[in-house]
Antibody, heavy 116, light 113 residues
Framework: QVQLQQWGAGLLKPSETLSLTCGVY????????WTWIRQPPGKGLEWIGE???????NYNPSLESRVTISVDTSKNQFSLNLTSVTAADTAVYYC??????????WGQGTLVTVSS | DIVMTQSPDSLAVSLGERATINCKSS????????????LSWYQQKPGQPPKLLIY???TRESGVPDRFSGSGSGTDFTLTISSLQAEDVAVYYC?????????FGGGTKIEIK
């Protein structure tokens, strides 16, 4: 049974870079796309982007200029970097496994707060 | 981007009664070559990540109780809980995966009356 475990800094100052990593434990890593989604407190869900094992990425155009998603197949991990954060980037960030674009497995979520 | 609009924003339903949530997409998510609607529904309970309930607009994910059903085609979709249970209290989201970026509706909160 696959498990996704995510980690990273939870408190950032404006203009800093958000960095999160998601580890995939159990199951195949190469057969899926790996996705990041975020959810501002009390609000809805926003798809950030995805990556596959070979490094092919798709980003949300609304964030594309600031986002980098990368993969480390040797560790079955993928990561999210978001540069120049502002208070508007405060959210719970989720990693997820995508099966034919269906988000079937999710990480536990990481609250990232941007505050001076 | 395809805009997903859900209604109502919240809904209070008595235990055992039917709950109905609507979702409308700004353009059709029906792929004509395979006649499938690229529309899914997720359930999110407080403090938890979303959980996939339904995909292809009407196919239940494995393990999802059959009181949950999805219907609709093109731009108009419905999630129905036939007999509301206490454990169904959650926020429900529709999502389109027809075109990138994937987009979600604003959510509908289901509460017990």
């Amino acid at each position: 049974q696959v498990q996704l475990q995510q980690w990273g800094a939870g408190l950032l100052k404006p203009s800093e870079t958000l960095s999160l990593t998601c580890g995939v434990y159990g199951g195949s890593f190469n057969d899926y796309y790996w996705t990041w989604i975020r959810q501002p407190p009390g609000k809805g869900l926003e798809w950030i982007g995805e990556i596959n094992h070979s490094g092919r990425v798709n980003y949300n155009p609304s964030l594309e200029s600031r986002v980098t998603i990368s993969v480390d197949t040797s560790k079955n991990q993928f990561s999210l970097n978001l540069t120049s954060v502002t208070a508007a980037d405060t959210a719970v960030y989720y990693c997820a496994r995508s099966t034919a674009v269906l988000l079937q497995k999710w990480g536990q979520g990481t609250l990232v707060t941007v505050s001076s | 981007d395809i805009v997903m609009t859900q209604s109502p924003d919240s809904l209070a339903v008595s235990l055992g009664e039917r709950a109905t949530i609507n979702c409308k997409s700004s353009q059709s998510v029906l792929y004509s070559s395979n006649n499938k609607n690229f529309l899914s529904w997720y359930q999110q309970k407080p403090g938890q990540p979303p959980k996939l309930l339904i995909y292809w607009a009407s196919t239940r994910e494995s393990g999802v109780p059959d009181r949950f059903s999805g219907s609709g085609s093109g731009t108009d979709f419905t999630l129905t809980i036939s007999s509301l249970q206490a454990e169904d209290v959650a926020v429900y989201y529709c999502q389109q995966y027809y075109i990138s970026p994937l987009t979600f509706g604003g959510g509908t909160k289901i509460e017990i009356k």
